[in-house]
């Protein structure tokens, strides 16, 4: 039988590839995706238009979300916003010192002088470069702040001064603050003048050794003698004290005050029982609190010892610092300096400062204003190391 030509029903849908099918699927999806979206939002209702899922896609899940979600589902990074760092500068040859410090004289903060201006010239200092200050607290025979030992043994409280009870407590604060160090200056160490508060019970207890000390030309001291033991029992329960009321102290430093000098009466060497007294004191003072630092700023230790019986190589310092005040013998104290924690200088010597501060064997460089003018000083410092820069 022949078979008969007949016209295929349907769309003929069956005999289409599976593969071209899904293309068309695929297209058709995408088409109503991107293009098609503005179109049909225009026939659908817009309540209708919510119900087409991929005109509305479900909210993506916070991966901080404590929302159950699905174990096998793999969780993705978060993403991290990366600030860039800026890059370092070179730090200059005046700020590679261990140490930039100024002196700043018994009477140049405290007296009459409140919290906000004591914080305030704390960071104009550590505005001008400086990174350390050194701050008179004793001297002349008295102390910058209430002391029982001052009151029990010499019947005054402090040097005559108008201070407020805690403006070392402030300097204290904001130089750690400012990332600055604050070094307490035991000004004239065992020397006193007729100025001071207790030179007349000194004279009457016989403190002080035979003679005139005329070191400094202008200026007659009188030596406290520390072979007395109130006397040296004086320094250490003063020194002790302080320690202990100011813990957070960095170091307390003692200048060429602290010796005998060689032109006294009698010619006496006194080298022993200083190196004695200073052991004692220094020790005394450790135990008390082991994270403050003794230093000196002294004369080399030649002269120190055949001119003041200084003999502070056995005195068991932490750091030295040379004086160089004297312009006679500026290189050879320079050259001692490079052998110790650094150099002393007056701001009569700002001319010696570019070498210093090239000099990378100096660690360190202390200032010490003899016009009384620290914050000008400061300001020198500043545009000097600047433009040697």
Known sequence: MSRSNKKPNGCGCSNIPISIIIVILGGTYWWFSQKGNLE?????HK?????????????TPSISSNSNRDPNHKKQASLKTVTPQKALLPQSAWEKKVIRGIYLSRYQVT???????????????????????????????????????????LGYRSCPNQFQERWLDWLIDEAHK?????????????KIDKNSPIYDLAISRKWIVPGVDKTY??????????????????????????????PKINAVQWDDYLGYYAELPGKIDRTANLTNFLQQMIAAMKQANSNVSFDI?????????????????????????????????????ANYAQNYAGIAISDRQLHRLKE?????????????????????????????TQSNN
């Open 40 to 44: 049909i939002s225009n026939l659908l």
């Open 47 to 59: 309540n209708q238009l919510t119900n087409l899922p991929f005109l509305n896609p479900a909210p």
């Open 111 to 153: 007296n009459n002088t409140d919290e906000k201006t004591i914080r305030e010239r704390v960071r104009y200092y550590h505005s001008q470069g400086i990174n350390t200050i050194i701050h008179g607290v004793w001297g002349n025979g008295c102390t910058m702040y209430n002391s029982d030992v001052m009151q029990q043994t």
């Open 178 to 190: 400012q990332g600055m160090q604050v070094h307490a200056y035991f000004e004239k160490g065992i």
């Open 217 to 246: 030309v202008g200026i007659d001291h009188y030596v406290l003698d520390v072979q007395i033991p109130e006397v040296a029992n004086l320094f250490k329960n003063i020194l002790v004290e302080f320690v202990q009321k100011y």
């Open 297 to 333: 700023c002294h004369h080399n230790p030649y002269w120190a010892k055949r001119y003041f019986a200084a003999d502070w190589q056995n005195w068991h310092v932490d750091r030295v610092f040379i004086q160089a005040y004297n312009e006679a013998n500026f290189k050879e104290e």
């Open 356 to 384: 210093l501060v090239d000099n990378q064997a100096i660690k360190s460089i202390l200032v010490f204003p003899l016009s009384g003018k620290p914050e000008e000083t400061a300001s020198s410092l500043k545009s000097l």
